[in-house]
């Protein structure tokens, strides 16, 4: 193995994925999964269609390879769609580059910036890919965890708005070695959404902790005068509870000229399996992706991408609709995160409300015991995940798996729930919690 991968060996997805073909079989186990996150009932009907009519129509060209910076439909409909969202006329060939999947774009932007020796600041909780990334390119992490309020940890629901990111804390995470920092809203695992109110002036009387615009625009404003970018993975953008509305933070002032912002197919039309993702930004940060992703990509699957150019052109007729899957995934999720919430609450765990995403922490110490004590091979979350899998059948995630080494114990005793199931997964998780 290359040095620059020593010590990454380690992956929660692959670990628990081992373990669910072992012990969650849907038929012999009556398992049910509400680990990795991906939705488990069909995406709406449209999406089947579009893949349908691209088999049907027999185009040769779809059958082979494609532009490689994004095939052309898809590059110019990201453009259309995206160009309101930024308020700016994209250009479709220059400053969007198609990926397969977030983690690439994750990937080629890091690579794309990060130098050996330069420094990126983490928000923990993270996505767990973003440490290994930085750490593979030579890059050093410097983490940042978001803090519960005081009391909130003790109370039987608390929201994920209570995590607040301490801004005397970030600004000492910067110095002249910094080049990047990754923001995550809506955040994965937390739920942490960049949030606005139809009314600012209440919500900043009420709210003025949440991860609103204001602390938004302090990490704008850190990155503007220490010259750092910002990557912004907002692969769960649309996914936003109500009351709430999605911040991009390239559209804050000044902000553009140093932001890539990364999206998702596999989130934006409820089918991780496309693996097709996005990176928006100005042609010369596009231009470094582009130079990684030729060099070891070099193009995506072409039916992929014809498929999700034509999802997104059917969505553009309808974007300021409430028909519209931009505005009704939430509302469709709502109802699960709710249900969820109120029978972790009724089974003595204390759920984390999430304002955005389709996760939930929830505290699972009401049933620590001595077999789940940390040793030095592994935390007590993780312990107690495997403990659910294998004697319960029940997936879930371990919430360290979403930190650094040093602050497992903020987060070892939380575990992490994927709500984004068919009502009846959901029954039978409930059947399960329910006989802990
Ligand atoms: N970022 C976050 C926050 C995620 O949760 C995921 C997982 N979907 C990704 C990136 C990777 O997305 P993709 O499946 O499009 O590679
Ligand atoms: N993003 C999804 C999650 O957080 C899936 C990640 C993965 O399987 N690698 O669960």
Known sequence: ??????????????????????????????????GQGFIDYLPPQYVIDFYRQCIDDSNILLYQYTRGFGHRRLVDAIAQVYSKYFFRELDPLNQILVTSGAYPSLFNAINGLVNPGDEVILIEPFFDCYEPMVKATGGIARCIALKPKSNSTNEKTSSSAD???????????????????IVNSPNN????????????????????????QQELEKIAGLCQKHNVYCISDEVYEWIVYPGH????????PNMWERTLTIGSA?????????????TIGPEKLIRACQIVHQNCVYTNPTMSQEVVARCFEHELKRLNSPDCYFNSISNELLEKRDRIVQVLKECGMKPIVPDGGYFILADWTKFNNAQFHSDNEESKDFKFVKYLTKEKHLATIPASGFYTKDHIPMADKYIRFCFAKKDETIEKAIKILKNL
């Open 163 to 181: 995590w607040i990111l301490d801004e005397n804390e970030l600004e000492s995470m910067f110095n002249k070695k910094t080049k990047a920092i």
């Open 1 to 34: 193995l290359a040095k620059r991968f020593k010590g990454l060996e380690k992956n929660i997805w692959y670990e628990f994925q081992v373990l669910h073909q072992l012990y969650l079989h849907p038929v012999t186990h009556n398992a049910v999964n509400l």
């Open 245 to 252: 509305k999605h911040i991009r933070i390239a559209t804050l």
């Open 189 to 212: 695992p937390l739920g942490k959404a960049c949030l606005i109110t139809a009314n600012f002036t209440i919500y900043f009387a009420l709210f003025c902790q949440v991860f609103t």
């Open 266 to 278: 596999g989130k934006t039309f409820s089918s991780t399996g496309f693996k097709i993702g996005w």
